[in-house]
């Protein structure tokens, strides 16, 4: 399997929920990152998965979470959502190098 | 300061047109430099990759980066209507951390 698949596509959330957003990860990657764009805005880092251990965060609050599981699939969890946590959500894995990531297409989280 | 400053555009040229895409950034630690292509409703896709300073070439594309002047552009000759997305820098330094701009929106009419 090639590629780097996200799930839901699209998903529509009140003020105050839980989400959770998955990613599998292109065959051989073992590294995760996530991150949230904004309407008309660049990525912004949220935080990165090595091997199942975070290894580094951006500057978002504890109620983003996340795991990594040991076939390398990854989950973004979103706890108390916000209204400005409606974004793409973007998953990108790799095997290491900067010019080794590949982009998942994304989920679009509506919160309202 | 924005870690890395992009114009947003947007940006409209002819068909076959020279098409110049710029970044600046801040932070001096950045090493590794990178052009993204996103389409409408897609994840970025990426174009280009340079480390340190210098010029790349892939076909119609052509990256340059100038760590002195803290400057990067992206060069599409030739362009075409399927060149239309948005274009994203994004850099990084010995960590694991992208830092993007904002994206600049590009169409290319027929």
């Known amino acids: 399997e090639t590629g780097v698949t996200q799930s839901p596509t699209h998903l529509i959330k009140t003020r105050g929920q839980q989400v959770t957003l998955r990613c599998s990860s292109q065959s051989g990657h073992n590294t995760v990152s996530w991150y949230q764009q904004a309407l008309g805005q660049g990525p912004q880092f949220i935080f990165q998965y090595y091997r199942e251990e975070e290894n580094g965060r951006g500057n978002f609050p504890p109620r983003f979470s996340g795991l990594q599981f040991p076939n390398y699939s990854s989950e973004l969890n979103v706890n108390a959502l916000e209204l400005d946590d409606s974004a793409l959500y973007l998953c990108a894995s790799s095997f290491g190098g900067a010019n080794g990531y590949t982009f998942g297409s994304g989920t679009r989280l509506t919160v309202v | 300061q924005k870690e890395v400053e992009q114009d947003p555009g947007p940006l409209s040229v002819p068909e076959g047109a020279i098409v110049s895409l710029n970044c600046t950034y801040s932070?001096?630690?950045?090493?590794?430099f990178m052009w993204y292509r996103q389409y409408s409703r897609k994840g970025p896709e990426l174009l280009m990759y340079?480390?340190?300073?210098g010029n790349k070439e892939d076909g119609r594309f052509t990256a340059q980066v100038d760590k002195s002047s803290k400057y990067i552009s992206l060069f599409i000759r030739d362009s075409q209507p399927s060149d239309s997305a948005t274009y994203l820098c994004?850099?990084?330094?010995?960590?694991?951390?992208?830092?993007f701009g904002t994206g600049t929106s590009l169409t290319v009419i027929p």
């Open positions: 994004a850099m990084s330094g010995a960590g694991n951390q992208f830092y």
């Open positions: 932070n001096s630690a950045f090493q590794y």
């Open positions: 340079t480390y340190s300073s």
